[in-house]
């Protein structure tokens, strides 16, 4: 069973037409803790909601009746702390299991949670814990994280305690605490408002300090369409996001609409870098219904001979997070017979653009508009541009939406200029075709203009992905003195090939064929790795910066 029907008009579609009238309705007092958890916890107790193992081979397969104990036991070490409803915590919990029964006891007590990834430096820690207050620290004591947190303890002003996941002399373990905690929620405890906070993110940023984008409490029923009707999740299936929990793409596919639409999520907490060959075998014994995993992971996985492994329990792929490159949607295909279905959003948003069930996808488009949103492609008077034609995507401005950003925590300027306007702008740029299918362009700060062109790096990233060579690149502008700028790309070499100026050749030839001869990048530089943010998106904004000084 699911609960999809005590929120929707309407749970099936035959076409996106059809699907265009799906509406979500948010009651007054909605909360994912007491409606969606303790809700299965009543009715069925024995369903599952997480299956997590570790690379060590632990397993822990956690029901929504263990769930909601687990999470009444958290609700009551905060409170026993002094932690109330408005209050701010933080999580670093990676990919533990633990991180679940916090954020769902968080939600109960409307305290907000702040979930951050554990690659935190002491100055990144310090950094968000002032800024928002944060009363409480959850965290793994896998690689640095302990170190860092120490560092970082003395400069937290408003920080009361830290707890780890294992035993850490001067700390309380959180599996301890919660252990001996009372089983019974906390009856003094007044149940959160839908407009309260209930989760705040940092944005990466790829410049500039971070932004502090907050949800409210309405905000895990819009990620009903990211779970239901782009990714297609299967009620009492399991549902595999390889996302870490500090990151929003946990909350698009590890938790809310998941749980919604009545699926397990799947939780693989591995040690160190990410290998294929260890994840690709979980597929098939765990019996995954449905993928998500962002463009970088799919190139990886098609590097692998992928005839080894049986899909035959997926049902479904998605990917988000940059655009994907058609290349990897053929390989991906041919090898597995799974086609790969693209979703667009933010931190943000839910899901606000994608291949959604009720329609075909295409390599290379974001497919179609989500129903809950309006949404236009705009030029910077703010005016419809027509179809074939380059503009931002943007979302005209609605109080109802459930599912975008609420406000930017002590940003009052920012938060008016995104939501007190007519649009919210995106700042992504995409062109519509005739069909209605949005095709992404890249963002405005990244567009190349070269002698009177302008250039998106997709697209020639996208014939650049298509070489045997390629594993990774980043396409910017570097600045010339007599085309004001012109196309450089920065390249990580797929196994097997060397940097060579007879490569370099070989690649501009193969651009001048895969698109227009004038967008072949001019400059080539071969690396060992792209410079990213923390949370893997490729900062082009530094490759520029060098280029520049």
């Known amino acids: 069973m699911n609960l999809l029907k005590n929120y929707l008009n309407k749970i099936e579609f035959d076409s996106y037409e059809d699907f265009c009238g799906l509406k979500i309705d948010v009651p ?123 560092q970082a303890l003395p400069k937290c002003e408003t920080l009361v305690e830290c707890m780890f996941t294992g035993i850490e002399e001067g700390f309380a373990c959180i599996d301890s ?72 793409k946990a909350s698009w596919g590890k938790i809310y609409g998941q749980w919604l639409s009545g699926t397990a999520i799947f939780a693989y907490d591995y040690n160190g870098r990410f290998t294929p060959t260890d994840v690709l075998p979980l597929i098939e014994y765990y019996k995954i219904t449905t993928f998500c995993a962002p463009p970088t992971i799919y190139r990886f996985l098609i590097k692998e001979d992928l005839s080894k492994y049986n899909f035959s329990s997926l049902s479904h792929c998605t990917t988000a997070g940059e655009a994907l490159n058609p290349e990897i949607f053929k390989q991906f295909y041919e090898s597995t017979g799974q086609k790969i279905y693209e979703g667009f959003g933010q931190t943000e948003s839910t ?88 095709w992404f362009v890249g963002r405005k700060d990244d567009i190349i203009k070269s002698s009177g062109y302008r250039i998106g790096p997709f697209e020639v990233e996208s014939a650049l992905m298509e070489h045997p060579s390629v594993l990774e690149c980043a396409i910017t502008g570097a600045p010339d003195p007599l085309r004001g700028q012109v196309v450089k790309a920065t390249i990580v070499l797929a196994k097997n090939y060397t940097a060579s100026e007879e490569l370099k050749k070989e690649l501009q030839t193969y651009v001048k064929v895969a698109t227009a001869p004038y967008k072949y990048p001019r400059i080539i530089e071969f690396v060992e790795e792209l410079p990213k943010t923390v949370s893997g998106k490729i900062r082009r904004v530094e490759i520029r910066k060098k280029d520049n000084e």
């Open 177 to 248: 605490e919660i252990e001996k905690a009372s089983a019974e929620f906390p009856s003094e405890c007044v149940r959160p408002a839908l407009d309260d906070s209930m989760l705040c993110y940092f944005t990466s940023g790829t410049t500039g300090f971070p932004k502090m984008v907050e949800h409210s409490f309405s905000y895990p029923l819009g990620h009903i369409i990211t779970a239901k009707y782009w990714q297609c999740v299967v009620d009492d299936g399991i549902h595999f996001t390889m996302a870490e929990t500090g990151w929003a």
């Open 351 to 438: 899901v606000l653009l994608a291949s959604f069930n009720t329609i075909t996808p295409i390599p290379g488009s974001l497919g179609k508009p989500s129903p809950i949103y309006q949404i236009d492609l705009i030029n910077d008077d703010e005016e419809i541009v027509p179809d074939g034609k380059e503009g931002e995507i943007a979302l005209l401005n609605s109080a109802t939406y459930c599912g975008l950003v609420s406000n930017y925590k002590n940003d009052l300027a920012r938060t008016n200029d995104a939501r007190g306007g007519k649009y919210y702008h995106t700042g992504d740029l995409a062109i519509k075709d005739d069909d209605g299918m949005f």
């Open 28 to 150: 007054a007092d909605f909360n994912f803790g007491f409606d969606v958890v303790d809700e299965y916890a009543k009715l069925e107790p024995d369903k599952r909601a997480i299956v997590w193992c570790n690379s060590s081979g632990e397993e822990k397969i956690i029901s929504f009746g263990e769930l909601s104990v687990l999470s009444n036991k958290v609700a009551n070490i905060l409170v026993n702390r002094g932690i109330k409803k408005g209050d701010y915590i933080m999580t670093m919990l990676n990919r533990r299991w633990e991180y679940w029964a916090v954020a769902v006891g968080c939600h109960k007590l409307g305290v907000t949670i702040i979930p951050a990834t554990h690659l935190l430096t002491a100055k990144d820690i310090a950094y968000r814990c002032n800024a928002a207050n944060v009363k409480i620290l959850f965290a793994t004591s896998e690689f640095d994280v302990i170190e860092h947190t120490k």
